[in-house]
């Protein structure tokens, strides 16, 4: 199985562990999304083994009631700054914590505080939330390891390891994906054995999504803890294709939007001076022989909706099976599209479209604006 390939190199980081009187400061990651710059945004994530439900206290003050093995809280907003953390079991008194000590906080932050280990040897860990944007169609993700007797090699099911091993308390840096919903293994450094699975994990779009491995080998009681943060997704705007019923001279209904016709996006090669290109591929949720049995046209417009470039679908077909048209109007914009029946899919077309001196943009006149068809 082929594994969209991994943006971000998977680091260690050190899970910065909270005893008592310890103390934490967290100033890492530019903020790009906190409510108010003034504060930071906490959510604390309850791992610790043979607990039961917890209460925390924030300065001698009460800040969650209850909250269950295996829970995340919502958020709570406290002011930047120094502070005292005690967790202790729910109803007792914050000068019989479990875990508890200073932290500081860094102004308009969000970030999780991990609850992780035993009744015996409880930690506490701040991990600050990569709330940058994203690209479109990417999501990003991380692991923590919060298991005190295991030592953690996660890979892609079936695929190769994306980090080097994770002991206690150690954690990935965020890596960048495509969006989508994958299946985790996490083995054992020693013995290479899958020790625990995450199958369908869904790391949905605009998305920083972190899992927290809890328990411990020895009892058997490894768990993931799955959380998701909404992050800005950056979409790209510019000239875009569309598949339309009718002539070029007398378009009608929107059959299928082709999107953006983007320049290359990798490394500028060969001669420096060569007349840049655009190009986009799409597969259309229209058969071949639909659009090639009436008249149908690939129509190019700009990021206003002037329309650009057409071409009408006909022609020879290739030996290969597909019509290449030209697309032309009454700018220097021109170039051709590729138009074939999907490959893995009979009731789709592939369309291919390259473009020539996008940059000229004096609109083709036009009589009708395509709308989706009813």
Do not use: K, W
């Not at 002037?306 to 009454?330: F, K, M, Q, R, W």
């Not at 000229?360 to 989706?372: C, D, G, I, L, R």
Request: glycine share 12%.
């Amino acid at each position: 199985m082929l594994f969209p390939r991994l943006v971000t190199v998977f680091l260690r980081v050190m899970l910065i562990v909270l005893i008592a009187l310890g103390s934490i400061v967290v100033d890492r990651l530019p903020s790009t999304s906190a409510q108010d710059d003034t504060q930071s945004r906490v959510q604390v994530i309850h791992g610790l083994q043979d607990v039961g439900p917890v209460d925390i206290y924030v300065d001698g003050g009460l800040a969650l009631i209850g909250l269950g093995e295996g829970q995340t809280s919502g958020e709570l907003l406290l002011a930047s700054g120094d502070h005292q953390l005690a967790v202790v079991s729910s109803g007792a008194a914050p000068d019989s914590a479990l875990v508890g000590g200073a932290i500081t906080l860094r102004a308009g932050r969000a970030l999780y505080a991990t609850l992780v280990g035993t009744v015996d040897a409880p930690s506490v860990g701040l991990f600050l939330i990569d709330d940058r944007p994203l690209d479109q169609g990417r999501a990003r993700f991380r692991i923590i390891n919060g298991s005190l007797d295991s030592s953690l090699v996660p890979a892609f099911a079936g695929g190769d390891a994306l980090t080097e091993p994770l002991g206690f308390g150690d954690a990935s840096e965020y890596s960048q994906i495509d969006a989508g919903v994958y299946d985790l293994d996490f083995l054992d450094e020693a013995s290479g054995t899958v020790v625990l699975t995450l199958p369908g994990a869904e790391f949905a779009e605009g998305t920083a999504n972190d899992i927290l491995v809890v328990g411990q080998a020895v009892s058997g009681t490894l768990a993931t803890i799955v959380e998701s943060s909404p992050v800005e997704v950056t979409r790209p705007t510019g000239r875009s294709g569309q598949i339309v019923v009718g002539t070029c001279d007398d378009p009608g209904d929107l059959v299928a939007d082709l999107g953006l016709i983007l320049p290359g996006q990798g490394a500028a090669v060969g001669v420096s001076g060569a007349e840049p290109t655009s190009q986009a591929y799409a597969s259309a949720a229209v058969p071949f022989e639909t659009v090639t049995a009436v008249a149908h046209s690939i129509i190019v417009r700009s990021e206003a909706g002037d329309l650009v470039a057409c071409g009408e679908v006909g022609g020879n077909l290739t030996d290969t099976g597909s019509l290449v048209i030209a697309l032309e109007g009454n700018s220097a914009a021109h170039g051709v599209a590729v138009v074939a029946p999907g490959l893995d899919a009979p009731d789709t077309t592939g369309v291919s479209i390259f473009m020539v001196d996008l940059s000229a943009e004096n609109p083709v006149p036009t009589a009708a604006t395509p709308v989706a068809g009813g």
